[in-house]
Nanobody
Framework: QVQLVESGGGLVQAGGSLRLSCAASKNLYHFTRMGWYRQAPGKQREMVAI???????NYQDSVKGRVTMSVNNAENTVTLQMNSLKPEDTAVYYC????????????WGQGTQVTVSS
């Protein structure tokens, strides 16, 4: 029932910026958690930024100061602004949402590729 569609990925040079967007088919208040994960080839999927309703916004330590997540309730979108990108940031980035709190359901976008060249 829920669809998450990412956009904004691409190829940039080290030090450049990208802004990723996630469009949800439901009002964002349906979700208990919203955020972004990423997965590089040969590595495990890791959390980049996550918002828990009623709590604070959390970032992975490696991206703090370079990444900002924001929510646009009017357009049902979640964005991830990434600055000062490094080759180590190269990965497929996935939008994530969880609906709860009683019966938990996880939803994932199709992913958008981010490639940072040296």
């Amino acid at each position: 029932q829920v669809q998450l569609v990412e956009s904004g990925g691409g190829l940039v040079q080290a030090g450049g910026s990208l802004r990723l967007s996630c469009a949800a088919s439901k009002n964002l208040y349906h979700f208990t958690r919203m955020g972004w994960y990423r997965q590089a080839p040969g590595k495990q999927r890791e959390m980049v930024a996550i918002f828990v309703r009623g709590s604070d916004l959390n970032y992975q330590d490696s991206v703090k100061g370079r990444v900002t997540m924001s929510v646009n309730n009017a357009e049902n979108t979640v964005t991830l602004q990434m600055n000062s990108l490094k080759p180590e940031d190269t990965a497929v980035y996935y939008c994530y949402a969880q609906r709860g709190p009683v019966d938990l359901w996880d939803f994932w976008g199709q992913g958008t590729q981010v490639t940072v060249s040296s």
